[in-house]
């Protein structure tokens, strides 16, 4: 959990891994937007793959090629003012983008659910789930324009939770996107009793569930007017917690989805793990995961 004094000015650097790819550019386009919000410094990597990549004149092509793709990439970053580095890398896609955040002290990853495949060069698809898994910073991931409309400027955030650490992890970026942005924040936690195995018939079980899920939701609102967010909107739902998000978004108008990537396992409640995976390959807004610490 953020402190709040810490909420305000947590996007000082992100990075854009491309490919040149169309949902590469989707990407580009949410990560200059935020970058223009935060003043933020841009870095655009571009990786060649080391397990498909010859040696030779092929593997100078390819190179050239992708730096050209960051040039580009900076280039058009640059037209909005924003201060930009570029890098172009030959390694293993994910563990490339890993190590670059941790080395540039990278705060916020941005990229496309899918790039371009083909022996020469790709990027996201397989890769974006890895880094989604292993980041230790938040990564937003957004795909083309073809599968969604662009929701930027954010006014309307869904923060599912479940109580646990993993689950809160993601309530300090989220209320300070929507610091930035004057945006809404929903606070949704679902009770799944169907996979915990109750019976919601039962009186006592079923009134430790909502008090569990009010306390959830209550942390987020409680943090969000700390901060000063224009609008809390809290949701206590029976069902699936990954039918519940996809849902809640659709009929909310959200523009950004805020989650942890692990919840809590247990009897009385979880969220995350795979849920947050589903909601990543099919949400039709962007979404924004957050691992916690460790």
Avoid at 212 to 230: G, R
Wanted: charged fraction near 25%.
């Amino acid at each position: 959990m953020w402190p709040p004094e810490q909420i305000q000015s947590v996007f000082d650097n992100i990075l854009i891994p491309t490919d040149g790819s169309d949902c590469a550019q989707a990407a580009l386009g949410y990560a200059t937007d935020l970058a223009t919000r935060y003043e933020a410094n841009v870095h655009a990597l571009c990786v060649a793959d080391s397990r498909t990549l010859d040696t030779g004149p092929q593997s100078d092509e390819v190179r050239n090629e992708l730096a050209a793709v960051a040039e580009r990439t900076c280039a058009e970053l640059s037209q909005s003012g924003i201060s930009t580095q570029q890098a172009v890398k030959t390694d293993i896609p994910h563990k490339a983008i890993l190590r670059y955040a941790t080395e540039q002290e990278i705060d916020l990853i941005v990229m496309g659910t899918h790039g371009r495949t083909g022996v020469e060069r790709y990027l996201l698809g397989s890769v974006t789930e890895k880094v989604v898994r292993l980041s230790d910073v938040p990564v937003l991931t957004v795909k083309t324009e073809d599968d969604g409309n662009v929701t930027y400027p954010y006014t309307d955030i869904l923060v599912p939770t479940d109580g646990s650490e993993g689950a809160e992890a993601a309530i300090g970026p989220a209320v300070s996107v929507a610091s930035r942005y004057d945006a809404r924040i929903h606070a949704y936690s679902v009770i799944d009793t169907v996979a915990i195995g109750v019976d919601v018939r039962s009186g006592a079980i079923l009134e430790a569930l909502e008090e569990s899920a009010q306390s959830a939701v209550d942390t987020i609102e409680e943090q969000a007017t700390q901060a000063s967010v224009s609008a809390v909107e809290t949701a206590i739902e029976y069902g699936s917690p990954y039918r519940g998000i996809r849902s809640y978004v659709e009929e909310h108008d959200i523009d950004l989805v805020v989650m942890g990537t692990h919840g809590r396992s247990g009897l009385e409640r979880y969220l995350l793990g795979s849920v947050a995976e589903k909601t990543v390959r099919t949400s039709p807004v962007p979404v924004m995961t957050v691992r916690q610490p460790e």
